[in-house]
């Protein structure tokens, strides 16, 4: 190489520098992210729970489930956080099942007594009696029957993505003209309206999982769909709310009962 190209290479690698220190610091954010990522999945085990949460939202298969969650009650590596959802879950499936008095006491065994309450406080808000809605599809055979063969032939090894929130199936619908399969009133008039564009707000709450369902299924129906809500809902928030009943139940027996 001859000195001239040598100082020509050496000019233009001057002029790249920004560009390069850029693409380095762009690279290593990514990194850190990543490895942030990867760690909180390792420590708190989303590999074996979310498949196992994620079966228990979806598929009817209580004696496996139960299996699975007695096990990882046991597990000290498991947060009692992540514990308690996959009780709250069982619990919310299986409502009238013995098995969820047997988990109960697992739970208490394992020293998770204080969150059992969590449990009776869900069914109390939104157990069979309570609700109206078809959350865990089980009246809508057609859906159902489409999200086993989905899960049994497309998405095969995607038991991560088995769930889809029940927003989804109402809006589909909705937007579908199908209102009459619906479980909700709405003012759309005759099955023959659709809308073009759906504004969604949710007061109480929404979770990422939600946003996420109507962002796809907006572009898969070619109608935009603007989601908002009074919050993020997540685990912890969630459970936070449940506790509002207890502590409303108190001082309505307060009120009842004054000194």
């Keep these: 190489m001859n000195k001239e190209a040598s100082i020509e290479d050496l000019r233009k690698l001057i002029d790249t520098l920004p560009e390069k220190k850029k693409e380095s610091m762009a690279i290593t954010k990514h990194y850190k992210l990543f490895y942030e990522l990867s760690n909180y ?13 994620q079966d228990i939202a979806c598929n009817n298969n209580k004696k496996d489930q139960f299996n699975k969650i007695s096990i990882i009650l046991q597990d000290q590596k498991v ?65 159902k029957s489409k999200k086993m063969f ?15 929130s029940y927003l989804n199936d109402l809006l589909e619908k909705i937007i579908k003209g199908r209102t009459k399969d619906i479980d909700v009133y709405t003012v759309l008039g005759d099955d023959s309206y659709k809308p073009q564009k759906v504004i969604l707000f949710s007061f109480g709450g929404i979770t990422f999982e939600e946003c996420k369902d109507l962002t796809l ?34 001082d309505i027996i307060v009120d009842v009962n004054p000194k």
Excluded at 150 to 164: D, E, I, L, R, S
Excluded at 222 to 249: A, Q, W, Y
């Design 150 to 164: 989905m899960n049994a032939f497309g998405n095969k090894n995607n038991v991560f993505m088995q769930h889809v």
């Design 79 to 143: 947060s009692p956080l992540d514990k308690t959802k996959l009780y709250l879950l069982f619990a919310f499936r299986y409502e009238e099942d013995s098995l969820v008095q047997n988990l109960k006491q697992l739970m208490k065994e394992n020293n998770l007594e204080n969150w059992i309450e969590y449990g009776d406080l869900l069914l109390e808000y939104a157990g069979k009696k309570k609700r109206v809605l078809d959350v865990l599809s089980n009246k809508d055979f057609l859906s």
């Design 217 to 250: 299924l907006g572009k898969t129906l070619d109608v935009p769909i603007i989601v908002g809500g009074t919050s993020i809902l997540n685990s912890k928030s969630f459970l936070g709310e449940l506790l509002m009943i207890k502590n409303n139940r108190n």
């Design 41 to 53: 999945v390792t420590n708190h085990k989303l590999m074996e729970l979310s498949p196992l949460e």
